[in-house]
Each structure stands twice: as C-alpha cells, then as structure tokens.
Nanobody, 116 residues
Framework: QVQLVESGGGLVQAGGSLRLSCAVS????????MGWDRQAPGKQRELVAR???????NYADSLKGRFTIWRDNDKNTVYLQMDSLKVEDTAIYYC??????????WGQGTQVTVSS
C-alpha cells in the first residue's frame, strides 16, 4: 500500500518561511511525478508545484519566485520551500505522487496558516 506522510506545516507570520516535506512509503518501484496541491477555505483544490523524476519543475504562475520544489529520489521524499508567505497562502497542503503501476496518490494534508 502506498502512503504519503507530510510534515512541516504550521503557523507563520506574513513574510516568513516554511518548508514542507513528504515521504512516500517504501517498497515503491518507481515514483514518477511528485508535487503539492493546496486547498484554501471555501476554494477548490489547486496545483502548487510538480517535479518529475528527472527534476523538471512546474509551478502555479502566482507562486513562481516564492515557492521552490525539489526531491530526493533516494529517500522518496519531496520538499516545498515556501518563502515570503502571504495570508492568502493559508491552506491545507497536500502531497502528490504518481507511482508507476499503482497510480496517483495524495497525502492527508498539512495545515499552513499565515497570519497578518
């Protein structure tokens, strides 16, 4: 069974930084694309960032320059560095992984709250 375990959420003041991490359970043959989505209160879930197994990244246009995604393939872990956080970045952040032969998976989510 594939499990995604997120960590690193919390409360931060506007302008601050947070780093999220997400580890995919072991015994995985091949993890393709990994990434993060988020869902703010009263809004639809949206893509934050993606990174392929080759390291190619993709970001939501509104987040370019403030958020950075990277991964450690040896540890099956993906990270999201969030800088210059804004109140509107407040959301539940979900880890995503596309696993070969298994499909797409999301974590349970980690709360990020940015105060003014």
């Amino acid at each position: 069974q594939v499990q995604l375990v997120e960590s690193g959420g919390g409360l931060v003041q506007a302008g601050g930084s947070l780093r999220l991490s997400c580890a995919v359970s072991k015994n995985i043959f091949s993890i393709k694309t990994m990434g993060w989505d988020r869902q703010a209160p009263g809004k639809q879930r949206e893509l934050v960032a993606r990174i392929t197994s080759a390291g190619v990244t993709n970001y939501a246009d509104s987040l370019k320059g403030r958020f950075t995604i990277w991964r450690d393939n040896d540890k099956n872990t993906v990270y999201l560095q969030m800088d210059s956080l804004k109140v509107e970045d407040t959301a539940i952040y979900y880890c995503y992984a596309e696993v070969a032969y298994f499909g797409n998976y999301w974590g349970q989510g980690t709360q990020v709250t940015v105060s003014s």
